[in-house]
T-cell receptor, first 113, second 119 residues
Framework: GENVEQHPSTLSVQEGDSAVIKCTYS??????FPWYKQELGKGPQLIID?????GEKKDQRIAVTLNKTAKHFSLHITETQPEDSAVYFC????????????FGQGTELSVKP | GAVVSQHPSRVICKSGTSVKIECRSL??????MFWYRQFPKQSLMLMAT?????????EQGVEKDKFLINHASLTLSTLTVTSAHPEDSSFYIC???????????????FGPGTRLTVL
């Protein structure tokens, strides 16, 4: 079955710097890759997703890149702000396979003012 | 749009009692909902897939008689933890798969979670 590895487990950056979180997946059939932000005591919030027919997607300060050949995808946050501090999860799924998401281990991002 | 609610947000119960958690999609329909549990500082672990009008599909190692799931309508799924014990204490989160034009999309929206503490 699918396995998703996420790195780093913790990331500390200064406000205004960029943050990059990387994930690798094992099943080449996976074709949907969402990213979620989870604040303490809350449920995950979808922040961006990408499908395998594109290599990059951007939404304001957030971007995701996908390398299907290498089976890895990354989240890029530019101009980080203290409110970006949270745990970020990547996930992978196979479209039309019941929607089951396989999550990475999570990255705790801390943005220092 | 795409809001999922859970009720209750917190529950404390005595060992041996049963607890029901509701998951509702507020502004969209969902034939498929998912139930996860999450321990502190860990990732989300999928427990089961809830399908409207049919039996839930449980992940390996999850006891179906312990965690009863009912998905009676396109906007409501319930998880009942039966005969709860302290080891069942966890953060339970549901998600709903957006239904568009009669088909499931990839997109899952998560509820805010329910913190269960069993004494």
């Amino acid at each position: 079955g699918e396995n998703v590895e996420q790195h780093p487990s913790t990331l500390s950056v200064q406000e205004g710097d960029s943050a990059v979180i990387k994930c690798t997946y094992s099943d080449s059939a996976s074709n949907y890759f969402p990213w979620y932000k989870q604040e303490l005591g809350k449920g995950p919030q979808l922040i961006i997703d990408i499908r395998s027919n594109v290599g990059e997607k951007k939404d304001q300060r957030i971007a995701v890149t996908l390398n299907k050949t290498a089976k890895h995808f990354s989240l890029h946050i530019t101009e980080t702000q203290p409110e970006d501090s949270a745990v970020y999860f990547c996930a992978a799924a196979i479209y039309n396979q019941g929607g089951k998401l396989i999550f990475g281990q999570g990255t705790e991002l801390s943005v220092k003012p | 749009g795409a809001v999922v609610s859970q009720h209750p947000s917190r529950v404390i119960c005595k060992s041996g009692t049963s607890v029901k958690i509701e998951c509702r999609s507020l502004d969209f329909q969902a034939t498929t909902m998912f139930w996860y549990r999450q321990f502190p500082k860990q990732s989300l672990m999928l427990m089961a897939t809830s399908n409207e009008g049919s039996k839930a599909t449980y992940e390996q190692g999850v006891e179906k008689d312990k965690f009863l799931i009912n998905h009676a309508s396109l906007t409501l799924s319930t998880l009942t933890v039966t005969s709860a014990h302290p080891e069942d204490s966890s953060f339970y989160i549901c998600s709903a798969c957006l239904l568009l034009a009669g088909r499931n999309t990839d997109t899952q929206y998560f509820g805010p979670g329910t913190r269960l503490t069993v004494l």
